[in-house]
């Protein structure tokens, strides 16, 4: 899937407000301060972190797609938001651009999109504090109708949620729970698609 091409239709009423949602979500499941750090990876136009600045010091908000981070820094400029800083790269390609380790990192509907699940989980321990938190907000486990009008995707159908916490055990997190919190429907090709989000947080633990 070309995110670029997406940008400029990127933000529709139904994405703002289920971003709002996702960002409530996880405001509520992780203390939070203002003097933490944290990084949005897979940003996109950045709907959710829009609803959760004034609550870090400071964002970074990561994407891959050059069209995606345009229309956000378009944004941050029009809003004047001083504390959001935006970083055009591949993390998995580029991590040594990131010279930086946060107290959150939060993704929402990016995961199910990168293929190797293990190496990007390994990355994000890598880049969290110690006793800083990860937050994943994905799609449910399903039988690939959410992204059957696209034909060039080639990620995850969702996820299993078991299956991803032992992703994350095996990668070195600790205290992790999940659960499912959203339930929305899209209608594909005159047929009426039902799907659910969950959200998975994990932390780093200084024992490992």
Known sequence: MSFDEYAKTWDTDKRINRAEIIADKINKSIPIDKNCSAMEF???TGLVSFN??????????????KGMIDILNFKINKYRVNNMVTKHLDILADKDDLDTKF????NSMVLHHINNTSLIIGEFYELLNNDGYLCIVDLDEDDG???KEYQDFHGHNGFNQEKLKGI??????SDIESNT???????IDAETVNYSLFLMKARKSTNH
């Open 42 to 44: 897979g940003c996109g």
């Open 52 to 65: 959760l600045y004034d609550r870090f010091k400071r964002i970074t908000l990561v994407d891959s797609s």
């Open 103 to 106: 107290d959150v990192i939060y």
């Open 145 to 147: 109708r959410f992204h």
């Open 168 to 173: 994350l055990i095996s990668a070195g997190f």
């Open 181 to 187: 919190f959203y339930y929305d429907k899209k209608v």
